[in-house]
């Protein structure tokens, strides 16, 4: 798999799966969000390591590369090398700041007892994750392969809260 096209189109699956997650009625049956909370997470930590490691191999790293480079899962070293091959995205950053500590360690599969979860304003998550996409799809030419334009990203409802429930 050494074509970029790959890990993005599984990256916004992820996106796509959060998105359904977040905003189904449902969720708001519970009494709170704390079941949500972990897999709406990993599900973006995820798609924004993909995201990462599109770019990456766009820029020349193979998967071979990738796995041998050590980054595996660290959000911030896989950031750090995009941002040495030209990626500019503050959507990355936002993600990376909310999301790099948790994804590497795997908190957000297995939660710690007394750890810290910082949570963040719904709609400026997908506006992060909406950017990060678009500069990724523009890049490795995902959507034009497909004789489509890049999107502009996911329209997070009005309607739902855009914060987590305390």
Do not use: C
């Not at 796509?16 to 949500?36: G, K, V």
């Not at 998967?63 to 070293?77: D, P, Q, Y």
């Not at 909406?130 to 030419?141: I, P, Q, R, Y």
């Amino acid at each position: 798999m050494n074509d970029p096209a790959t890990p993005y189109g599984t990256a916004k699956g992820y996106v796509q799966s959060a998105l359904l997650l977040i905003t189904n009625p449902d969720r708001f049956q519970a009494e709170t969000d704390a079941s949500f909370y972990l897999s709406f997470h990993m599900l973006i930590g995820f798609a924004t390591e993909l995201y990462l490691k599109s770019y990456l191999m766009h820029v020349g790293y193979t998967e071979r590369e990738l796995r041998a480079s050590g980054v595996r899962h660290n959000l911030k070293s896989l950031l750090a090398m995009a941002d040495a091959k030209g990626l500019s995205d503050g959507g990355a950053v936002v993600l990376v700041d909310l999301l790099g500590e948790h994804h590497q360690s795997f908190e957000f599969r297995y939660m710690k007892e007394g750890s810290r979860y910082p949570a963040m304003n719904l709609r400026r998550v997908f506006e992060a994750l909406s950017s990060l996409n678009k500069v990724v799809d523009e890049a490795v030419g995902a959507s034009a392969s497909r004789g489509k334009q890049p999107g502009d990203g996911w329209d997070f409802p009005n309607d739902i809260r855009q914060h987590w429930r305390a």
